[in-house]
């Protein structure tokens, strides 16, 4: 063997030894998360989250690996917030309004019949992001996105011309505000589940609910006794994809710049799907017989003022807090909202 075949070897030799020793350090950079939604692969938040998984592994290069469990299979959706707040899983999809027991400001989202369309929706999330934040990160939780349902309508299985027809019906409710909702109107609040929807119905423990026409869709309404389908566009719940602040700190700069990216992108892609969903939702309901209808004047005005009073609970309850989300909402209120509720 010559001189210089001996010192290509060995030039050789030593490269293959420094690769062998970055090789582990590469993999170390490598971070793998746990991404846990209560919510079927096949429904349009899901699909958003499985855009957004692959669209971290694109911009990172592999760097974060994001493994979206969806349906319930890696937490129970009532779990998913409290596993994500542990770091027992990275992140997690939570309906907002369901944080309002441990951050007041994440109940804003379910005040009624004070957004009346997506426009108003996204300017009311523009106004309640940076409070929610505030308040999440004391409890260790980085807002990633917001995306909403399509706006919540009256489902009933008898016509409804003002809010006197509700009084005494079983109406179906989720969260604090439809239960509040319920006892307003001078309906029984019921507590019933997404998934049991349609056997509630079906058993008569329910015969009216607030939901979106997605839900009505998924829960085949139109097999129950309902009859009517109100499209009062009386709010926009979100959901909310948040991660464990400690996992999120411990990620590079660059990372988290990607993160944020894609998250911004997620974002913009899930309202336009919400608003697709709506659309495409109303149209299935009324497909199946359900009749689609535009609320009374009388109606929308007592919705209104329902509204109003919601709105001034929440105040006192929450406080300068509270108001920091809805002052700049309503300052920012051009008067087309105002027109738009109007009989």
Known sequence: MTPTTRRFFARAGALALAAACLAPSIAAAQVAWTLASGYPADLFH????????????????????IDLRADNSA????????????????????????????????????????????????????????????ALDRQGLVVLYAVPWPAQGLFTARPIRAMADLRGAKMRTYNPSTVRIAQLVGAAPVDVPTQGIHQAFVERRVDAMFTSPATGVDGKVWETPVKYFYNVRGWYPKNLVVANKAKWM???????????????????????????????????????????????????????????????????????????????YFAGDNGTTAAAKSP
């Open 46 to 65: 899901t699909v958003n989250l499985r855009q957004f998984a692959d669209d971290v592994k694109a911009r990172t290069r592999g760097a974060l690996a």
């Open 75 to 134: 937490a129970r959706l009532p779990e998913i917030a409290a596993k994500v707040r542990s770091g027992e899983i990275a992140a997690g999809e939570v309906l907002l309004s369901s944080l309002a027991g441990e951050a007041k400001i994440a109940g804003a989202d379910a005040i009624p019949f004070i957004v009346n369309s997506y426009e108003d929706a996204q300017r009311f999330w523009t106004a309640q992001r940076p409070v929610l934040q505030e």
């Open 250 to 328: 411990a990620l590079p700069e660059a990372t988290r710049q990607a993160v944020q990216a894609a998250a911004a992108e997620a974002q913009k892609r899930g309202w336009a799907a919400s608003d697709a969903a709506a659309s495409a939702s109303v149209a299935e309901l009324a497909r199946n017989g359900i009749k689609v209808e535009t609320p009374e004047p009388e109606l929308r005005r007592e919705l209104r003022r329902l509204g109003e009073h919601f709105a001034v609970e929440y105040l006192r309850e929450t406080g300068a807090e509270g108001n920091r989300v809805l002052i700049p």
